[in-house]
């Protein structure tokens, strides 16, 4: 009973409280590319939320052998990307296979969706933080969900942006990024101190 | 942006250093500078680590991407990335031994960012060799500048020191934390698009003079 | 009223006008000759009555359509109502209400020949209540026939006909053209002049005002006389009128309902939109201006289509009530007008 | 006669009241505020006030040269400059309010154009940023009933405000009537709740403040505070100690209901009042900081549009509840696969917006130039061609 409430706190701080945009800024780039696309939100995050559940449960116990070693700043993340690889090519025929009608909506951009800041970020983090089983997969699922949260909560506000006068020098990247600052300081405001990244 | 190019006559891929800052501009690597990027020795890191990927990526798409299946070849470019790391890890170790306490997981971020991806299939494919390693080099310098400035904005701003050497007392702490490096690099991408918007107009108008004379 | 529905209280500043007497201006009169001139006024039967109105060429001012025409094609059902228009729900005019108060036995000479035409279950006369600044009441009775007081908020007149059963049809006729029909009936005169209000605080006397069609407003002003140099001078209503630059060769029709000239126009204002929502209480017909201005301003044409933008009335409530004095109305206007072009050319 | 006509828009009389009244009503109703910051910590507070106000317009001075237009002096920089201090220490140094009122202006209203477009409440961001900035002098309150010096530091004894005590859940020891008259340790202005409220039933009578948006967030953080004690005492004293403490009842005042963040209709401002009431309430529960109400406030601008998106949706009912009920009655089956009010999902407006051909002369705001579109000019197919084409092209280079 234990491991379905910590699965679900963890999942719920990773979701709200600690989101992966907003307070550590990870994988903004693909959060510009999605919130112009708002009707692939929802078939992005799930194939995150799927990917990172795949490669953190692979690379657990891998994780377990390394995260001690001298150099393990450059191992984890290489040994991630490798399982990320794996899992990609494993959903992408997958995708081709089971679900062709899903497969020509994804076209290439399914390698975007698999190798992107967000999906590494979400399995580096719980392996920075030494979260044990259960933890780590609620956090990399809280972790994906929250990217699609901060997606929505971006696309409300840029579009209430097309009707503000933004001068000329701050339409388009500048404006976004600043609305992204703002909406992360609110959400500081939130955990009350820098996090470990 | 095509008529930049005639009209300033400058390589295609120069202009990612400034006109199409692959940061300010396109957007694309923002999270780990804005994170990550809290001093002026992490702004280091972070450019020397992009540089070693991107190039890398950039020529092995140019040469051997295209003969590679569509999945194979994003897989391949990710994982050549990663691999880039290794290198990148040992002369970053150098700048100082708690770098990586600091910069925490921006580096290997890097790897996976959308530029390699989205730069090489879209770009690095249809070039030569050499193109694509100039390409790859504007983009590292590109992003270098940039974070070079902001890290070294923030430290000063931040703990009042540059490099580790301390020189003033600490204006404004709060600079260090994510979402001012957001707001500056709003800013900063204003400025960016302020001055080229500037320099356009320059151009059109000896543009123009020539063309009445 | 219903919960959303709000409209605008307006001081209406009918005063000197409304109960000064209509000052007629020098015209001389054309008449019509028909084969039964002599036939006295009750016994006129009702095709007879028609072409009297037809000959006398009568417009009905409320809604500028040919009076015969309007007489022969109502068929009001066994229960139609026939309405006599003399609404004047904007500041300063009072057109219509004068012709009921100063020309009461005309008035009803008129109305009472309409009922022999249209055969009407009911007939009433709908006036504006909403008016605080006079120092008389309006009659409940003019010439035997009940005078309806509209209420409610600015602007009363298209809620009023809105209340029109929908079931039974009626008819609406401004209460001017009763007053030329009753004209036309007894000396058999044509309809040449038309009744407008000349109001607005740079005009030394201002009252109501009998006027030959086609006169240019700068000769009806001079007749008022003038206090002083006004900024602005606007012909139509009030709220809805439009203000004009030349006024020698501006002239005027049986629908004007009246000339207002005011000696300061209102500030430009500089301030921006500062989104207090008053614009969406005051709007009568529920529409959320504030981001349909927006929608205009930046040209968005089909989300406007979404905003029921084909909907706003034109009434002015908006750009009444918006603090910033923003021409909200003036904008909405203007982009349905070009949403309409743009559907016309097929490119929306 | 006709030389001096001037053209005007369609209604040519209009209200006597302008945006210049609604702001000094709102002016008026701070300065009694800043009296009761006077009573109890002397001239200094009159003075962070002054500094507030100044570097504010200063800042927006500044901002409209930068931006090239021309300097309107409407009086929102001036209220923005009057909140910011009411909300920190009375001892607080002059370079965090000036710091605060530079956010405040420079990165909320003017990269998004002035006055009337700023989509988060400025006063609130200011004293976020200045309060995550500096949380050591931000969060420690002089003890009241004192003249502080006007300038120079002030060493005196740094007290616990009853908000830091209520986040550690601990029963604050100042008795409610105290809370109330505002003689205990919190933000300059905020502290005082009496004359918040009456400054803030004032605003409501004039008319600058909907009485929705205020009355929609009061009683449902009482109710919440009510039932979900966070301090081991009766359900009404934890309902005053929340209500009482931090800046809740000045910011529903004041902050909350500013014209240009909140929701236009009223349904709108009853919505956003209750989930800002929500929102202020888990934030001050789970929230690090004591300034929950602040960046409550901030996350809930971002979901005005959202309310007003719901009460456009009801209205479009409402407009056409006529030919609804016609349908209706002529194929009741049907009907709801035919006239669908549009969806509740504000991104139909978004999808809609990609068909529009781009033409220039309606003013395009073009919104974030994606990544990887803007180097090659989007090909009709998919960014990247799929795998099936990839072979093709192989075969024509192979045939080549």
């Known amino acids: 009973m234990t491991y379905i409430a910590q699965f679900f706190s963890m999942m719920l701080t ?101 190798f992107n800041c967000a999906a590494l970020g979400s399995l580096l983090i719980p392996a920075g933080a030494r979260l044990d089983f259960i933890s780590t997969i609620g956090y990399g699922i809280g972790m994906s969900f929250g990217f699609g949260f901060a997606v929505v909560i971006m696309g409300y506000g840029l579009t209430r942006l097309e009707y503000c006068h933004v001068p000329k020098a701050f339409r388009g990247v500048p404006i976004a990024l600043i609305y992204l600052g703002l909406l992360s300081l609110a959400f500081y405001g939130l955990v009350g101190h820098q996090l470990p990244t | 942006m095509s008529e930049i190019k005639e009209k300033m006559n400058i390589s295609e891929s120069l202009q990612y250093i400034f006109f199409k800052n692959p940061v300010l501009v396109l957007g694309l690597v923002l999270g780990q500078l804005a994170a990550g990027d809290t001093t002026l020795q992490n702004g280091a890191a972070l450019s020397v680590t992009y540089l070693l990927i991107v190039v890398p990526v950039l020529v092995f798409a140019s040469v051997i991407g295209k003969k590679l299946p569509g999945w194979l070849r994003v897989v391949s470019y990710t994982v050549l990335a990663a691999l880039m790391l290794v ?27 959308t530029v390699p991806v989205v730069f090489a299939s879209k770009i690095a494919e249809k070039q030569s060799a050499g193109e694509a390693a100039l390409t790859g080099l504007c983009i590292g310098i590109g992003f270098a500048v940039t974070a070079l400035i902001l890290g070294g904005a923030r430290e000063f701003f931040g703990n009042g020191s540059l490099w580790g050497i301390k020189f003033a007392e600490a204006v404004y702490p709060a600079v260090k934390l994510p979402f001012w490096g957001f707001i500056l690099l709003g800013f900063m991408a204003a400025g960016v698009s302020a001055a080229s918007d500037f320099f356009r107009k320059g151009k059109e108008i000896n543009k123009n003079e020539e063309e009445n004379q | 009223m219903s919960f959303f529905v709000k409209g605008i209280l307006l001081e209406q500043k009918k005063e000197p006008m409304l109960t000064r007497s209509t000052l007629v201006m020098r015209q001389e009169f054309q008449y019509f000759d028909c084969d039964f001139m002599e036939t006295p006024i009750d016994e006129l039967s009702k095709e007879q009555i028609i072409e009297i109105a037809r000959l006398a060429e009568i417009v009905d001012e409320s809604d500028g359509k040919m009076l015969w025409e309007k007489l022969e094609k109502a068929e009001l059902g066994e229960k139609g109502t026939l309405i006599v228009d003399a609404i004047d729900d904007e500041p300063y005019i009072s057109s219509q209400m004068a012709i009921g108060i100063h020309h009461q036995e005309k008035f009803a000479l ?45 602007p009363a007149e298209n809620r009023a006909y809105r209340h029109i059963p929908k079931g039974r049809n009626s008819i609406v006729i401004g209460s001017c053209a009763m007053l030329h029909l009753a004209r036309a009936a007894e000396d058999s005169r044509k309809m040449s002049s038309c009744f407008l209000t000349v109001a607005g605080d740079a005009v030394s006397n201002p009252r109501n005002v009998e006027v030959p069609v086609g006169t240019s407003v700068e000769e009806i002003l001079r007749l008022c006389g003038l206090t002083e140099e006004p900024e602005v001078i606007v012909v139509g209503g009030s709220m809805t009128g439009r203000a004009i630059f030349e006024p020698e060769n501006e002239l005027v029709g049986p629908t004007t309902r009246g000339i207002v000239a005011l000696s300061r126009s209102y500030n430009h204002s500089t301030y921006n939109c500062i989104g207090c929502g008053r614009c969406d209480h005051a709007c009568p017909k529920a529409l959320s201006v504030s981001t349909m201005r927006k929608l205009a301003e930046f040209g968005k044409f089909d989300e406007l289509r979404n905003y029921d933008a084909a909907q706003c009335i034109g009434c002015g409530a908006c750009s009444y009530v918006c603090p910033a004095r923003i021409d909200i109305a003036a904008t909405i206007i203007k982009a349905k007008k070009q949403m309409e072009l743009a559907k016309k050319e097929g490119t929306l | 006669m006709t030389e001096k006509l001037m053209f005007q828009n369609a209604p040519h009389v209009r209200q006597s009241e302008s945006v210049r009244t609604m702001m000094t009503d709102v002016v008026i109703a701070l300065l009694p505020i800043y009296l009761m910051g006077f009573f109890y910590y002397g001239a200094r507070a009159l003075m962070l006030g002054l500094c507030g106000v100044l570097s504010c317009v200063g800042f927006s001075a500044i901002g409209s040269l930068a931006l090239r237009e021309k300097f309107s002096f409407d009086l929102t920089p001036v209220i923005t400059g009057l909140i910011i201090p009411l909300l920190m220490p009375a001892d607080i140094r002059y370079f965090v309010i000036i710091a605060a009122c530079a956010v405040a202006i420079f990165v909320v209203k003017v990269p998004f154009g002035g006055t009337g477009n700023n989509l988060f409440n400025p006063a609130a961001v200011g004293f976020a940023s200045a309060a995550i900035c500096w949380p050591g002098m931000v969060f420690s309150y002089p003890a009241p009933i004192q003249s502080l010096e006007i300038f120079g530091e002030s060493a005196t004894k740094i007290a616990q405000s009853p908000a830091y005590s209520l986040a550690l859940g601990a029963v604050p020891e100042y008795e409610v009537l105290d809370m109330v008259l505002g003689n205990v340790p919190g933000p300059m202005g905020a502290t005082n709740i009496f004359v918040a409220a009456a400054c803030g039933i004032f605003l409501i009578v004039r008319k600058a403040v909907n009485w929705i948006t205020p009355a929609s967030f009061i009683i449902p953080y009482a109710l919440l505070s009510a039932f979900f004690p966070r301090i081991e005492a009766s359900s009404f004293d934890s309902l005053c100690y929340e209500l009482f403490s931090g800046t809740v009842i000045f910011g529903a005042f004041f902050m909350l209901s500013e014209p240009v963040t909140s929701p236009k209709r009223d349904f709108g401002k009853f919505l956003a009042g209750i989930t800002s009431a929500a929102a202020v309430f888990l934030f001050r529960y789970f929230g690090g900081f004591e300034m929950g109400f602040a960046s409550a406030l901030i996350v809930m601008n971002v979901f005005s549009p959202v309310f007003d998106r719901i009460c456009e949706d009801i209205l479009h009912v409402y407009r056409h509840k006529d030919s609804l009920l016609r349908k209706k009655e002529q194929n009741p089956e049907k009907e709801e696969k035919k006239e669908k009010a549009p969806a509740l999902k504000i991104f139909k407006k978004a999808e809609k917006k990609a068909e529009i051909p781009e033409d220039e ?19 009709k197919e998919e960014p990247f061609e799929p795998e099936e084409k990839a072979e093709e092209s192989e075969k024509e280079e192979a045939v080549q």
């Open chain 1, 14 to 114: 990773a979701l709200f409280i600690e989101n992966i945009i907003f307070t550590r800024a990870v994988g903004t780039s693909w959060l510009f590319y999605l919130v112009k696309r708002p009707k692939e939100i929802i078939r992005y995050t799930l194939v995150l939320a799927a990917v990172v559940t795949l490669s953190g449960a692979i690379g657990y116990p891998v994780r377990g052998l390394i995260h001690d070693t001298q150099y393990r700043h450059v191992l984890v993340p290489v040994m991630y990307i490798g399982i990320l690889a794996l899992v990609y090519i494993v959903v992408y025929f997958f995708v081709k296979k089971v679900l062709p009608g899903q497969f020509e909506h994804f076209g290439m951009n399914l390698g975007v969706g698999v």
């Open chain 2, 87 to 113: 290198p990148a890890y040992f002369i970053c170790g150098s700048f100082s031994a708690t770098i990586f306490d600091s910069l925490g997981i921006y580096p290997a971020l890097l790897a996976v960012s």
């Open chain 3, 110 to 154: 008129g109305i009472e020949l309409c009922e022999k035409v249209l055969a009407p279950a009911k007939t009433y006369i709908a006036m504006y209540k909403h008016i605080f600044d006079t120092n008389f009441s309006i009659p409940r009775k003019i010439g035997g026939y009940k005078v309806e007081k509209i209420g409610g908020r600015y």
């Open chain 4, 361 to 379: 002369e309606i003013i395009n705001v073009s919104l974030i130039n994606t990544p990887g579109e803007e180097l090659v000019p989007e090909e």
